[in-house]
């Protein structure tokens, strides 16, 4: 019976001792924890490609992490209103020309400024956001008169993509999130493809 029980508090110290500090200071109100808790978004999207006979529209899903400046810089700090993370988009297969069917995944690095210390109202959080990344295409037939570059065929662009956004919060850890944006494109020429995303924000 004591062998029993002294395997148990040397289980018991191994757990202990594997738990992160920063998880254990996160129980007397230390912001260190936070760094390991991002926010997440999930969002509904929508990207007008730009296509030599207008514009040619695409639906889809996306989701970002966000690490929230506070946690990543000294609080003093004007970077502590910028929050850093990752960004994906997906587009499912769709008819976005004649005879064309195109699948799109858009995925890189984000970074936003909010202009304030605290929400307007303690609600309303506008920010400016500028991603970098990899826009790929995919393409079932090769087009020869593609209305765009990135559907000549499947193809693979780095991007920019500036945009101006807001979120409104519902509940202390929950929000509404809408962004517009300008996926910059620099295949064949520089081409301004616009988009749009709105969905929910939880803070963990």
């Known amino acids: 019976m004591r062998n029993t029980r002294i395997v148990r508090l040397a289980a018991l110290g191994v757990m202990l001792g594997a738990v992160p500090v920063s998880r254990l200071a996160g129980q007397d109100g230390s912001t260190d924890a936070a760094f390991v808790r991002p926010s997440v978004e999930a969002l509904y999207t929508r990207i007008h490609f ?16 966000m690490w929230r400046g506070p946690t ?21 297969k769709r008819a976005l020309a004649r005879n064309l069917d195109a699948t799109t995944y858009h ?5 936003d400024v909010r202009p304030f210390a605290t929400p307007l109202g303690a609600r309303l959080d506008p920010f400016a956001s500028l991603g970098l990344g990899v826009l790929s295409t995919h393409v079932a037939n090769a087009q020869f008169r593609a209305p765009s570059p990135l559907f000549r065929d499947s193809q693979s662009a780095i991007t920019l993509s500036p945009g101006v956004g807001a979120r409104l919060a519902i509940l202390p850890a929950l929000g509404f999130q809408a962004d517009v944006r300008d996926i910059v494109t620099f295949i064949d020429g520089t081409r301004h493809n616009p988009s749009w995303s709105a969905g929910m924000r939880v803070d963990f």
Not at 50 to 65: E, K, L, S, Y
Not at 72 to 91: E, I, K, Q
């Open 72 to 92: 990543l810089f000294d609080t003093a700090s004007p970077l502590s209103h910028v929050d850093l993370g990752l960004f994906a988009s997906y587009t499912p």
């Open 50 to 65: 730009a296509g030599d006979d207008g514009r040619m529209n695409a639906p889809g899903v996306g989701a970002r992490v």
């Open 107 to 111: 995925f890189g690095l984000a970074a």
